[in-house]
Protein backbone atom coordinates (compact mmCIF):
# COMPACT_ATOMS: atom_id res chain seq x y z
CA UNK A 1 0.00 0.00 0.00
CA UNK A 2 1.84 3.60 -1.08
CA UNK A 3 2.08 6.30 1.68
CA UNK A 4 -0.92 8.16 0.28
CA UNK A 5 -3.19 5.19 0.80
CA UNK A 6 -2.39 4.37 4.31
CA UNK A 7 -2.91 7.70 5.59
CA UNK A 8 -6.40 7.85 3.62
CA UNK A 9 -6.80 4.68 5.81
CA UNK A 10 -5.71 5.85 8.97
CA UNK A 11 -7.46 8.71 8.97
CA UNK A 12 -11.01 7.02 8.09
CA UNK A 13 -10.67 4.48 10.75
CA UNK A 14 -10.06 7.38 12.79
CA UNK A 15 -12.26 9.89 12.06
CA UNK A 16 -14.81 7.94 10.13
CA UNK A 17 -14.76 5.12 11.77
CA UNK A 18 -14.09 5.85 15.48
CA UNK A 19 -11.21 4.06 16.08
CA UNK A 20 -9.36 4.99 19.32
CA UNK A 21 -5.43 5.21 18.06
CA UNK A 22 -4.86 1.86 19.97
CA UNK A 23 -7.38 0.09 18.03
CA UNK A 24 -5.68 1.30 14.87
CA UNK A 25 -2.34 0.29 15.88
CA UNK A 26 -3.15 -3.19 16.78
CA UNK A 27 -5.39 -3.45 13.09
CA UNK A 28 -2.42 -2.62 11.85
CA UNK A 29 0.37 -4.10 13.44
CA UNK A 30 2.17 -0.45 14.19
CA UNK A 31 2.92 1.35 17.52
CA UNK A 32 -0.15 3.75 18.50
CA UNK A 33 3.00 6.56 18.00
CA UNK A 34 2.85 5.57 14.64
CA UNK A 35 -0.62 5.88 14.28
CA UNK A 36 -0.13 9.16 15.67
CA UNK A 37 2.63 10.31 12.98
CA UNK A 38 0.25 9.08 10.33
CA UNK A 39 -2.87 11.35 11.65
CA UNK A 40 -0.42 14.33 11.99
CA UNK A 41 0.75 13.58 8.15
CA UNK A 42 -3.15 12.91 6.65
CA UNK A 43 -3.96 16.42 8.31
CA UNK A 44 -0.44 17.84 6.78
CA UNK A 45 -0.85 16.62 3.34
CA UNK A 46 -4.54 17.81 2.94
CA UNK A 47 -5.89 14.25 3.20
CA UNK A 48 -7.99 14.56 6.63
CA UNK A 49 -9.35 18.12 7.07
CA UNK A 50 -10.63 19.21 10.37
CA UNK A 51 -13.46 21.84 10.03
CA UNK A 52 -15.53 22.99 13.02
CA UNK A 53 -18.56 25.25 11.98
CA UNK A 54 -20.72 26.36 14.78
CA UNK A 55 -24.11 27.60 13.75
CA UNK A 56 -23.40 31.65 13.63
CA UNK A 57 -24.18 33.37 17.28
CA UNK A 58 -25.87 30.31 18.36
CA UNK A 59 -23.39 29.94 21.45
CA UNK A 60 -22.41 33.69 21.64
CA UNK A 61 -25.04 33.92 24.19
CA UNK A 62 -24.28 31.13 26.03
CA UNK A 63 -20.54 31.59 26.21
CA UNK A 64 -20.79 35.58 27.51
CA UNK A 65 -23.43 34.38 30.36
CA UNK A 66 -20.96 31.93 31.47
CA UNK A 67 -18.01 34.50 31.18
CA UNK A 68 -19.95 37.12 33.01
CA UNK A 69 -21.27 34.70 35.83
CA UNK A 70 -18.21 33.56 36.22
CA UNK A 71 -15.88 36.38 35.17
CA UNK A 72 -13.92 34.47 32.79
CA UNK A 73 -12.06 36.21 30.10
CA UNK A 74 -13.30 33.25 27.56
CA UNK A 75 -15.69 30.55 26.89
CA UNK A 76 -15.78 27.75 23.91
CA UNK A 77 -18.51 25.75 23.47
CA UNK A 78 -18.11 23.33 21.04
CA UNK A 79 -21.39 22.05 19.24
CA UNK A 80 -21.99 18.59 19.51
CA UNK A 81 -24.81 16.51 17.35
CA UNK A 82 -27.56 14.48 18.96
CA UNK A 83 -26.55 10.82 19.18
CA UNK A 84 -22.37 11.75 19.30
CA UNK A 85 -20.60 8.81 21.33
CA UNK A 86 -18.80 10.43 24.65
CA UNK A 87 -15.75 9.52 22.83
CA UNK A 88 -15.96 11.64 19.77
CA UNK A 89 -17.29 14.43 21.65
CA UNK A 90 -13.96 14.38 23.63
CA UNK A 91 -12.02 14.39 20.32
CA UNK A 92 -14.60 17.50 19.06
CA UNK A 93 -13.21 19.35 22.43
CA UNK A 94 -9.86 18.00 21.97
CA UNK A 95 -9.42 19.62 18.39
CA UNK A 96 -10.92 23.31 20.25
CA UNK A 97 -8.29 23.16 22.64
CA UNK A 98 -5.34 22.40 19.82
CA UNK A 99 -6.76 25.42 18.11
CA UNK A 100 -6.23 27.54 21.12
CA UNK A 101 -3.05 25.82 21.85
CA UNK A 102 -1.43 26.86 18.40
CA UNK A 103 -2.78 30.37 18.28
CA UNK A 104 -1.37 31.10 21.59
CA UNK A 105 1.77 29.32 21.61
CA UNK A 106 5.20 31.46 21.18
CA UNK A 107 8.83 30.32 21.29
CA UNK A 108 10.05 30.16 24.98
CA UNK A 109 6.73 29.45 26.36
CA UNK A 110 6.53 27.08 29.02
CA UNK A 111 3.12 25.01 29.12
CA UNK A 112 1.78 23.06 31.58
CA UNK A 113 -0.15 20.19 31.92
CA UNK A 114 -2.64 18.12 33.91
CA UNK A 115 -5.14 15.67 33.08
CA UNK A 116 -5.62 12.54 31.18
CA UNK A 117 -8.38 11.66 28.48
CA UNK A 118 -9.09 15.24 27.08
CA UNK A 119 -5.46 16.23 26.95
CA UNK A 120 -4.43 13.19 25.01
CA UNK A 121 -7.48 14.18 22.49
CA UNK A 122 -6.12 17.63 22.12
CA UNK A 123 -2.46 16.37 21.61
CA UNK A 124 -3.97 13.92 19.29
CA UNK A 125 -5.11 17.17 16.68
CA UNK A 126 -2.14 19.06 17.83
CA UNK A 127 -0.41 18.80 14.17
CA UNK A 128 3.69 18.70 14.48
CA UNK A 129 5.52 21.97 14.53
CA UNK A 130 8.62 23.70 14.63
CA UNK A 131 9.16 26.02 17.68
CA UNK A 132 12.69 27.41 19.53
CA UNK A 133 12.79 26.93 23.31
CA UNK A 134 9.72 25.17 24.23
CA UNK A 135 9.33 23.47 27.06
CA UNK A 136 6.17 21.71 28.02
CA UNK A 137 5.76 20.83 31.87
CA UNK A 138 3.74 17.97 33.66
CA UNK A 139 2.07 19.80 36.43
CA UNK A 140 0.90 16.88 39.11
CA UNK A 141 2.93 13.41 39.94
CA UNK A 142 1.87 9.78 38.44
CA UNK A 143 -1.32 8.71 38.91
CA UNK A 144 -2.41 5.10 40.60
CA UNK A 145 -1.65 1.66 38.47
CA UNK A 146 -5.50 1.55 38.76
CA UNK A 147 -6.23 4.47 36.72
CA UNK A 148 -7.82 4.66 33.62
CA UNK A 149 -6.39 7.67 32.49
CA UNK A 150 -3.50 8.43 30.04
CA UNK A 151 -0.24 8.25 31.40
CA UNK A 152 0.53 11.99 32.17
CA UNK A 153 4.28 11.41 31.39
CA UNK A 154 3.78 10.31 27.86
CA UNK A 155 1.48 12.82 26.95
CA UNK A 156 4.02 15.91 28.11
CA UNK A 157 6.79 13.70 26.39
CA UNK A 158 4.13 13.06 23.14
CA UNK A 159 3.20 16.96 23.19
CA UNK A 160 6.92 17.84 23.67
CA UNK A 161 7.88 15.73 20.09
CA UNK A 162 4.54 17.84 18.37
CA UNK A 163 6.10 20.83 18.90
CA UNK A 164 10.19 20.35 19.34
CA UNK A 165 10.09 21.08 22.94
CA UNK A 166 12.00 20.47 25.72
CA UNK A 167 9.09 17.50 27.87
CA UNK A 168 9.85 18.28 31.85
CA UNK A 169 8.50 14.89 32.85
CA UNK A 170 8.78 13.29 36.42
CA UNK A 171 8.28 10.15 37.77
CA UNK A 172 7.19 10.75 41.42
CA UNK A 173 3.36 10.25 42.47
CA UNK A 174 0.61 12.66 42.73
CA UNK A 175 0.31 12.07 46.63
CA UNK A 176 2.30 10.98 49.45
CA UNK A 177 1.76 9.45 52.76
CA UNK A 178 3.92 12.33 54.71
CA UNK A 179 5.58 15.57 54.33
CA UNK A 180 9.00 14.15 55.07
CA UNK A 181 8.42 12.09 51.78
CA UNK A 182 7.05 15.15 50.04
CA UNK A 183 10.10 16.82 50.83
CA UNK A 184 12.59 14.47 49.66
CA UNK A 185 10.77 14.13 46.68
CA UNK A 186 11.19 17.86 45.67
CA UNK A 187 14.95 17.79 46.80
CA UNK A 188 15.70 15.57 43.45
CA UNK A 189 17.33 18.17 41.10
CA UNK A 190 15.30 16.48 38.83
CA UNK A 191 11.90 16.74 40.16
CA UNK A 192 12.92 20.31 42.26
CA UNK A 193 13.90 21.67 38.20
CA UNK A 194 10.45 21.15 37.05
CA UNK A 195 8.65 22.08 40.23
CA UNK A 196 10.31 25.30 39.81
CA UNK A 197 8.83 25.62 36.18
CA UNK A 198 5.58 25.40 37.10
CA UNK A 199 6.12 28.82 38.77
CA UNK A 200 7.14 30.22 35.24
CA UNK A 201 3.96 28.74 33.46
CA UNK A 202 2.76 31.05 30.15
CA UNK A 203 0.04 28.87 29.75
CA UNK A 204 -1.90 25.73 31.85
CA UNK A 205 -4.03 23.09 30.38
CA UNK A 206 -6.22 21.37 32.64
CA UNK A 207 -9.08 19.10 33.02
CA UNK A 208 -11.40 19.56 35.40
CA UNK A 209 -12.33 16.57 37.67
CA UNK A 210 -15.54 16.25 40.32
CA UNK A 211 -14.41 14.31 43.70
CA UNK A 212 -13.32 10.80 43.36
CA UNK A 213 -11.66 9.83 46.56
CA UNK A 214 -12.74 9.38 49.77
CA UNK A 215 -12.28 12.99 50.79
CA UNK A 216 -15.99 13.84 51.48
CA UNK A 217 -15.66 11.01 54.59
CA UNK A 218 -12.57 12.73 56.22
CA UNK A 219 -12.76 15.56 58.80
CA UNK A 220 -11.85 18.67 57.60
CA UNK A 221 -10.41 22.12 59.27
CA UNK A 222 -13.43 23.55 57.32
CA UNK A 223 -16.18 21.35 58.84
CA UNK A 224 -18.96 23.47 57.13
CA UNK A 225 -17.16 22.86 53.68
CA UNK A 226 -17.16 19.48 51.42
CA UNK A 227 -15.26 18.83 48.73
CA UNK A 228 -16.94 18.76 45.49
CA UNK A 229 -14.10 18.48 42.93
CA UNK A 230 -10.12 19.69 42.45
CA UNK A 231 -8.10 21.44 40.15
CA UNK A 232 -4.75 19.51 40.32
CA UNK A 233 -5.73 17.87 43.39
CA UNK A 234 -6.37 21.30 44.90
CA UNK A 235 -9.81 20.69 46.43
CA UNK A 236 -12.53 23.19 46.76
CA UNK A 237 -16.14 23.31 47.55
CA UNK A 238 -19.57 24.11 45.58
CA UNK A 239 -18.68 27.71 46.67
CA UNK A 240 -15.24 27.88 44.84
CA UNK A 241 -14.03 27.94 48.39
CA UNK A 242 -9.81 26.16 48.13
CA UNK A 243 -9.37 23.69 51.17
CA UNK A 244 -6.42 23.59 51.57
CA UNK A 245 -3.48 21.41 53.20
CA UNK A 246 -6.45 20.07 55.24
CA UNK A 247 -8.04 18.25 52.04
CA UNK A 248 -5.40 18.39 49.87
CA UNK A 249 -3.31 16.29 51.84
CA UNK A 250 0.89 16.24 50.60
CA UNK A 251 0.48 16.80 47.04
CA UNK A 252 3.89 16.79 44.48
CA UNK A 253 2.63 19.43 41.63
CA UNK A 254 1.53 22.70 40.76
CA UNK A 255 0.58 25.09 44.03
CA UNK A 256 -2.42 27.10 44.33
CA UNK A 257 -0.21 30.26 43.86
CA UNK A 258 1.65 28.90 41.09
CA UNK A 259 -1.26 28.38 39.00
CA UNK A 260 -2.88 31.92 40.02
CA UNK A 261 0.88 32.88 38.45
CA UNK A 262 -0.14 31.02 35.16
CA UNK A 263 -1.52 34.04 32.29
CA UNK A 264 -3.53 31.66 30.80
CA UNK A 265 -5.09 28.72 32.43
CA UNK A 266 -7.84 26.53 30.04
CA UNK A 267 -9.96 24.13 31.67
CA UNK A 268 -11.20 21.44 29.68
CA UNK A 269 -14.61 20.23 30.77
CA UNK A 270 -17.28 17.17 29.40
CA UNK A 271 -20.11 15.83 31.25
CA UNK A 272 -23.17 17.47 32.06
CA UNK A 273 -23.34 15.23 35.34
CA UNK A 274 -20.33 16.92 36.45
CA UNK A 275 -21.88 20.67 36.14
CA UNK A 276 -22.04 21.39 39.62
CA UNK A 277 -18.42 20.44 40.10
CA UNK A 278 -17.35 22.58 37.18
CA UNK A 279 -19.17 25.43 38.21
CA UNK A 280 -17.40 25.25 41.60
CA UNK A 281 -14.17 24.72 40.01
CA UNK A 282 -14.65 28.39 38.02
CA UNK A 283 -15.90 29.84 41.17
CA UNK A 284 -12.11 29.36 42.28
CA UNK A 285 -11.34 32.25 40.24
CA UNK A 286 -8.04 29.98 38.62
CA UNK A 287 -9.53 29.47 35.04
CA UNK A 288 -9.61 32.19 32.83
CA UNK A 289 -10.32 30.01 29.76
CA UNK A 290 -13.57 27.12 29.39
CA UNK A 291 -13.67 24.75 26.83
CA UNK A 292 -16.52 22.41 26.98
CA UNK A 293 -19.60 21.26 24.57
CA UNK A 294 -22.93 22.40 24.25
CA UNK A 295 -24.88 19.76 26.53
CA UNK A 296 -22.21 20.77 29.39
CA UNK A 297 -22.35 24.03 28.89
CA UNK A 298 -26.11 24.37 29.29
CA UNK A 299 -26.07 22.31 32.49
CA UNK A 300 -23.52 24.42 34.21
CA UNK A 301 -25.56 27.85 32.95
CA UNK A 302 -28.85 25.91 34.57
CA UNK A 303 -27.55 25.77 37.60
CA UNK A 304 -28.30 28.39 40.34
CA UNK A 305 -25.93 30.76 41.66
CA UNK A 306 -24.53 29.97 45.04
CA UNK A 307 -24.09 32.25 48.27
CA UNK A 308 -20.94 34.52 47.49
CA UNK A 309 -20.16 34.12 50.94
CA UNK A 310 -17.87 30.53 50.56
CA UNK A 311 -16.45 32.27 46.95
CA UNK A 312 -15.14 35.64 48.30
CA UNK A 313 -13.02 33.19 50.44
CA UNK A 314 -11.78 31.18 47.40
CA UNK A 315 -8.11 33.16 47.31
CA UNK A 316 -7.91 32.79 51.06
CA UNK A 317 -6.11 29.27 50.74
CA UNK A 318 -3.28 28.07 48.99
Known amino acids: MNRAKLLAQVGGLYYLDQLTQADIARRLSVSRRKVSELLGAARSAGIVRIVVTP ?38 LGVAAAGDFVRSLRSGHAVGLVGGTLLASMIDAVAPMAMSGVRVVQGLGCQNATSQQPALMELVSELAR ?7 AWPAPSVVASETIRQGLEADPHIS ?12 YVELTPLVSNLAKTPLAHRSSIPVGHIALRHFDNGGRLLGSSADGHVVGITVDQIRHTGHVVALAH ?3 KARAIAAALRTQLVTCLITDERTARAVAALPDVSTSSASHARSNA
Open 271 to 273: GPE
Open 55 to 92: PRDVFSILETEIEARFGLREVRVVPVASGRSPERVRRQ
Open 162 to 168: RVGGQAL
Open 193 to 204: AALRTLGTLDRL
